[in-house]
């Protein structure tokens, strides 16, 4: 009950630090270019994508017989992106860039930012009860450490206050998330 009212109050200030983002833009018509730079830019890209292969992997725990403890945090990660999501397209529209990237992979591998392969995709589809629940963790953990990666990326070399924002209360929620998992890892 506590982690859910922590992770509810971790995805509300993600909320409110993008909210600014897409209702300012909106209401202007204008483009912040002068307060965006690459690194900006970059970091929501790249999280959008992260996000999108997060909620792939959180849909596929309710059909591969995931414990009830992986399918809630599943539930809990799919649910925590959708604003986000909308809130970072609103950006980068209002910035004149495309949603994200698509960085080539060479299979079986990882890359640094936590993206996996299509080959580990593939792996974690075909396994069911127990042995999805681990490598599904053993997956998201490295997933989240590679979005830490990224928010810490963007609060080192990023400029836009909205952009930074989000990196902190990602800092602070998939922090947590990630110490969630490894617990769950422990048992």
Not at 46 to 53: F, I, N, R, T
Not at 67 to 94: F, I, N, Q, W
Not at 151 to 161: S, V
Request: proline residues 2%; hydrophobic residues 40%.
């Amino acid at each position: 009950m506590r982690m859910n009212r922590t992770l509810a109050a971790l995805a509300m200030a993600c909320v409110v630090a993008l909210t600014g983002c897409s209702d300012r833009m909106e209401r202007s018509g204008s483009s912040s270019a002068e307060n965006v730079n690459a690194t900006d830019v970059m970091f929501l890209q790249d999280m959008l994508a992260s996000y999108q292969q997060t909620d792939r992997m959180s849909r596929m725990a309710e059909s591969h017989g995931a414990s009830p403890d992986v399918r809630r945090l599943s539930r809990r990660l799919e649910l925590s992106h959708g604003y986000e999501t909308r809130s970072m397209t609103a950006c980068l529209k209002a910035w004149g860039h495309s949603g994200m990237t698509q960085m080539p992979m060479k299979p079986g591998t990882q890359a640094d930012d936590g993206m996996m392969s299509g080959q580990r995709m593939t792996t974690l589809f075909r396994l069911r009860g127990l042995d999805f629940d681990r490598r599904f963790l053993v997956m998201m953990m490295a997933h989240h450490e590679g979005a830490l990666a990224t928010a810490h990326d963007e609060l080192d070399d990023g400029i836009n206050p909205r952009a930074r924002s989000l990196a902190q209360g990602m800092m602070r929620e998939h922090g947590a998330e990630l110490e969630t998992m490894e617990r769950m890892t422990s048992r």
